[in-house]
């Protein structure tokens, strides 16, 4: 596919997903064992996707993300209610993973609003989809690096 994930683990979460089309555009949910990917786990977040109109709704937050947000967001809608701050920045890269059908990786500064420390943010946004067209669900690795306080 081309795409050039900067971070090891995020290589290694898209390699499973790739390993998981078995020669389609993208895998289903169902495809996913979470025992094969125990590293991976506190670094997930699961996104159901309903579309008309498009929203994304938060069926897994990660142990590691929650820890770094400060709170969970299992069963809240993003881009709504004012969920998260950052959210509004990353819903162009979650439609575009739905629309196009394929994964985003992306990297960039990242301040905690919290305390001010300052690093690295590394996403990988997967597009998963039971009926193999439509995308239902997102699976996206974040991890965060932080720098030297």
Do not use: C
């Amino acid at each position: 596919m081309g795409l050039e994930i900067s971070h090891p683990l995020l290589r290694e979460l898209h390699a499973y997903w790739d390993g998981k089309r078995a020669g389609r555009e993208m895998p289903a949910r169902s495809d996913l064992d979470p025992v094969e990917i125990p590293a991976l786990l506190k670094h997930l977040i699961l996104l159901d996707v309903s579309h008309e109109p498009l929203r994304f709704r938060v069926r897994l937050y990660g142990t590691a993300v929650a820890e770094l947000r400060g709170r969970d967001l299992t069963g809240r809608y993003l881009y709504e209610d004012g969920v998260t701050q950052i959210g509004q920045q990353t819903r162009p890269w979650n439609v575009a993973t739905v629309e196009e059908r394929r994964p985003h990786f992306r990297i960039g500064d990242y301040t905690d609003i919290s305390d001010g420390r300052t690093g690295t943010y590394n996403r990988l946004g997967l597009p998963l989809s039971s009926g193999g067209e439509a995308v239902d669900m997102l699976m996206i690795g974040l991890i965060r690096e932080w720098g030297d306080a």
